[in-house]
């Protein structure tokens, strides 16, 4: 049996949650404040919901669902980009010991009339190197696949010229190219996605040239 301690307060005081007299009494009111007073104006415990949301949980919306699919189909587009052009240029080196930079010059300057182009068209039809296009030139002349031969209309410049045996180490290499891209990009696409993926992808590049001619 259990002894009762001396000063506990009594299980049913407890469960009314009534105060023992003794208690009540121990603690006097303020002087000159009437005993009904001090119990009114005695502060409660401070509530944590009163007060304002902090600053830094405010206004920091997140990205909406079209801002979503953007950056995840911009993503996925460099994604690939990055993963498949190592993977065509080495088939290339393996198959024709061209690198798929030439191959871009050669592509553009056999598709050209009279197979030559301005060294100033020529960085803006290629796609993989448009920064170092001289030297990529430069590095196919010493090869024998282009010559340069100069501009009668502009004598600062110069033309980029196909020769005749870069035409055929071109057409050597193009079914390799072909290849690669349909095994390496289209094999996942069906007929009705590849037309999707290239409509899209020329209305975004219609309209990024027409920004960068002013027209919009």
């Known amino acids: 049996m259990t002894t009762a301690r001396k000063g506990a307060v009594p299980s049913d005081s407890l469960k009314s949650g009534a105060v ?7 603690v006097p009111p303020p002087t000159g404040v009437p005993a009904s007073e001090s ?18 949980r405010k206004g920091a919306p997140g990205p909406t669902s079209r801002t979503k699919l953007a950056a995840d189909a911009w993503g996925a587009l460099l994604q690939v980009h990055a993963e498949l052009v190592p993977i065509l240029d080495r088939q290339l080196r393996a198959r024709t010991a061209l690198p798929l930079a030439w191959y871009d010059v050669l592509l553009e300057l056999s598709a050209a009339p009279d197979r030559q182009l301005t060294m100033t068209e020529l960085s803006e039809r290629v796609v993989l190197s ?25 004598a600062r410049s110069a033309f980029a010229v196909l020769t005749s045996d870069g035409l055929g180490r071109f057409r050597e290499a193009a079914p390799i190219y072909l290849g690669g891209i349909e095994s390496q990009f289209a094999a996942a696409l069906s007929d ?15 309209r990024s040239a027409d920004v960068g001619h002013g027209r919009r």
């Open 130 to 154: 448009r920064t170092r296009i001289s030297r990529v030139v430069d590095e196919l002349t010493d090869a024998g696949l282009v010559r340069r031969q100069p501009n009668p209309a502009d």
């Open 39 to 56: 119990r009114k104006s005695a502060p409660g415990p401070r509530s944590r919901k009163s007060g304002p949301a902090p600053a830094s």
């Open 192 to 206: 009705d996605d590849l037309r999707a993926v290239g409509s899209a992808l020329a209305r975004v590049r219609e």
């Open 20 to 26: 023992p007299a003794r208690r009540r009494a121990s």
